[in-house]
């Protein structure tokens, strides 16, 4: 089906490793991002891409790299994942719709870090 | 990052009444975003508005875009318990130079009582 799949749904690591948390899209849309979503502070903008290749820190950058070798896919990693970064991660996509910009989100990828 | 003001933080309704909600910021916003979100799952788009003073409806929800720029009204007619869930506003400041600066409310959690 066409739409925006984020994997794993769910994740339980270790303070310290690696994670990455999957996102990919079928409508070819030039915008993606990942934010990350907290009780008390809603849901915030980690990182964003205008299109392949090209990507940009938002508001909470530290801790997280991204990467976009092709347009359907935004990978997010954890390089040295902490307890801090337990959450509820959102991939969304968005494009020009004429009115403005359209945004659709993922599932939702729920990490847990101990 | 600047976040919007998004009130009540809570209803609690009886099926049947209608529900009001809003959201402002202290700058100007180009577009308006409302989403609804369930439990496990993403948030889903329900109206986009992108003019000052529009007026948008979709089925029992409608929705404003503040004359001022600076705020927007949700409102839903007779609830059914199938509305309960957290209802985000969303605002862009800049839909034409800048697709990554959507700035999310805190969310309003909808409980409707049958």
């Known amino acids: 089906d066409a739409g925006i799949t984020q994997s794993p749904r769910y994740k339980i690591t270790e303070t310290g490793r690696q994670v990455t948390l999957m996102c990919h899209q079928t409508w070819s849309h030039s915008y993606m991002f990942w934010y990350r979503q907290d009780l008390g502070h809603g849901l915030r903008l980690i990182y964003y891409s205008a299109a392949a290749d090209i990507t940009d820190k938002g508001e909470v950058p530290d801790g997280y790299v991204v990467s976009r070798s092709k347009t359907e896919n935004f990978p997010l990693t954890l390089e040295s994942a902490t307890r801090s970064q337990t959450s509820v991660y959102f991939c969304?996509?968005?494009?020009?719709?004429?009115?403005?910009?359209?945004?659709?989100f993922g599932s939702g990828t729920r990490l847990t870090v101990v | 990052g600047q976040q919007l003001n998004q009130s009540p933080q809570s209803m609690f309704i009886q099926e049947g009444e209608d529900v009001s909600m809003n959201c402002t910021s202290s700058s100007i916003f180009n577009t308006w975003l409302w989403y609804k979100q369930e439990p496990g799952e993403g948030p889903v788009l329900l109206i986009a508005l992108y003019k000052a003073g529009e007026l948008t409806s979709n089925g029992r929800l409608t929705a404003q875009f503040g004359i001022t720029r600076k705020d927007s009204f949700l409102n839903i007619s007779a609830s059914i318990p199938s509305d309960v869930g957290i209802y985000f506003c969303a605002g862009h400041p800049t839909p034409q130079t800048g697709a990554n600066n959507l700035f999310f409310g805190t969310g309003t959690r909808l409980t409707v009582i049958p």
């Open positions: 969304a996509s968005s494009e020009w719709t004429g009115g403005g910009y359209g945004y659709t």
